[in-house]
């Protein structure tokens, strides 16, 4: 089955500086949306970006991700990091097969240090 | 815009005892309606999908007699959890689409936190 493997639980970064959070997945579908979700204390998850186009760049609020299927991966960055961007962040897959459930990953924990 | 309201917001039961949550869909039409289950170590399960006018599909380790649900138009859906028990703590959300299979986004509610004495 689909599955989506975030390997860092952790990330601290000092503010100001660039981060990179890992996501790879495994599918036998072609035809699948990637998403990753924020998650900020004590609230439900929001979208931050989603796509299903491969080698596209997609950004939102500073924050940006770019499908490869070559590598099967779907990793999110921004070059300056805030304060206010400490959050759980999950990336997801969903696929056509049937039923379209979000796969999660199991989620990296952002902290921003000043 | 779109939104996703669930009540309650928290609630504490004890063990043994059933509740129930209640999902609403403002602003677009949830023809589907997934359920999760967010553990105490934060990690997603995904407890069953609802299609307006088709049957529940239930994911593997939870069941109709455990968690019954009701999904009767394309602005609510229902979920109770019968007999909660310790492992049965957590945050439930629900999340609404309009319905495209896997081409609309999933929207989430904010939750309802379950506690069990």
């Known amino acids: ?114 | 815009g779109a939104l996703v309201y669930q009540y309650p917001r928290r609630t504490i039961c004890k063990s043994g005892t059933s509740m129930r949550m209640e999902c609403q869909a403002v602003g677009f039409q949830a023809t589907s309606v997934a359920w999760y289950r967010q553990s105490p170590q934060k990690t997603f399960e995904l407890i069953a999908l609802s299609t307006v006018n088709s049957a529940i599909k239930y994911e593997q380790n939870f069941t109709q007699e455990k968690f019954p649900i009701s999904h009767p138009n394309l602005s609510f859906s229902s979920m109770t959890v019968l007999n909660a028990y310790l492992e049965d703590r957590g945050l439930y959300l629900c999340g609404a689409s309009p319905g495209l299979p896997y081409q609309d986004t999933q929207y989430f509610g904010p939750g309802t936190r379950l506690l069990v004495l």
């Not at chain 1, 890992?22 to 609230?43: H, I, K, M």
């Not at chain 1, 796509?51 to 609020?61: A, C, I, L, P």
């Not at chain 1, 990091?81 to 990953?105: E, H, K, N, R």
């Open chain 1, 1 to 114: 089955g689909d599955s989506v493997t975030q390997t860092e639980g952790l990330v601290t970064v000092t503010e100001g500086l660039p981060v990179m959070l890992n996501c790879t997945y495994q599918t036998a579908y072609s035809d699948v949306a990637f998403f990753w979700y924020v998650q900020y204390l004590n609230e439900a998850p929001k979208l931050l970006l989603r796509s299903s186009t491969d080698n596209k760049r997609t950004e939102h609020q500073g924050f940006h991700a770019t499908l490869h299927k070559s590598s099967s991966s779907f990793h999110l960055q921004k070059s300056s990091v805030q304060l206010s961007d400490s959050a759980l962040y999950y990336c997801a897959l969903s696929d056509p097969g049937g039923s379209w459930q979000l796969i999660f990953g199991s989620g990296t924990q952002l902290t921003v240090m000043p």
